[in-house]
Every structure is written in C-alpha cells, then in structure tokens.
C-alpha cells in the first residue's frame, strides 16, 4: 500500500514538473522580438469625390495606383477599384510619407517566427487584439489570424 501511494505520489510530482517546465518553455519560446520590423507602407484615409478614381488619387500624389491595388482591395473589402461612392472614406496605402495629408496609419510587417502568435505580437505593440481584431483581419488580407504560420508576413498597423 505505501509502495503503491509513493509510485502515485512520484508520478503526480512528475507530471506537474513537466507541466510546469513545457509552460516556461512555451513563454519562452512565445516571447516577441519586434525590433527588427521594418514599415511595410503607410495608410490614408481618402473621401471620394465626384469624378475620382483611385488612379487618379495616386497620380495626383506622384504615384503609380496598380502596386497598390491588391492592397486597397484587402483593406477596404471591395473587388471592384473602379466603383467608388462619393463621400465614402477608402483606406489608400502608399510608401511614402510625404502625400499632402496629416493622418496616417503606419504599418508595420512582421515576420512570424516559431512559436510565436498573432495575438502576441500585436500585444508587443500594444494593441487591444480582441478590440481591433475586425482591423488586424483587414490588414492582413483577411485571413484567420489564429492560422497564421512561421515565415509568413504579418501586417501591424499602429493604431
């Protein structure tokens, strides 16, 4: 009887070391290094007016629009570039920062390392996951951000 509550008692006080150590190597290996993100691109807010198109936009702010398209799409959750409604505010990326407007979104990439989550690095940045979770979505074309794996790109937008 002693025998047996000893092999219990051993295997118990195995089971929660092992518990214990994989928790401190997960948190180890979740921890977040975000000092080498780089800017992917900047966001703006743009009002449509009557007879813009998004072309134009990027024209008038000495761009090119086709780099981007792919982008506004995923950002805005529209197909169609070329029907745009006046008065309604499209999220328009660029790489620079000198466009003739105050407000904009920087945009960090990340690439996602082992072990590492989404939820995790967004809260290395100081984002509410759970609040902005609608955003992050959009940001990153959509996609389940639970799913997200190792190598891939992950966009940050510093709300």
Do not use: C
Request: hydrophobic share 45%.
């Amino acid at each position: 009887m002693k025998k047996r509550l000893f092999r219990v008692l051993v295997i118990t006080l195995l089971i929660v070391a092992l518990l214990a150590g994989s928790g401190l190597q997960a948190f180890a290996a979740g921890s977040v290094d975000i000092s080498k993100d780089e800017v992917e691109y900047y966001v703006i807010p743009y009002v449509i007016v009557k007879g813009d198109t998004l072309a134009d936009v990027y024209w008038r702010w000495g761009l090119k629009f086709e780099p981007y398209a792919d982008a506004i799409r995923a950002l805005n959750g529209v197909e169609n570039l070329d029907l745009l409604f006046v008065g309604a505010i499209y999220l328009l990326p660029t790489t620079v920062t000198n466009v003739k407007t105050e407000e904009y979104t920087k945009v960090m990439a990340h690439i996602i390392r082992k072990g590492e989550t989404a939820y995790e690095v967004f809260t290395s940045y100081g984002i509410d996951y759970y609040k902005y979770l609608g955003k992050l979505k959009s940001y990153n074309g959509g996609q389940d951000l639970t799913k997200i794996a190792a190598g891939e790109k992950l966009l940050i937008p510093i709300i």
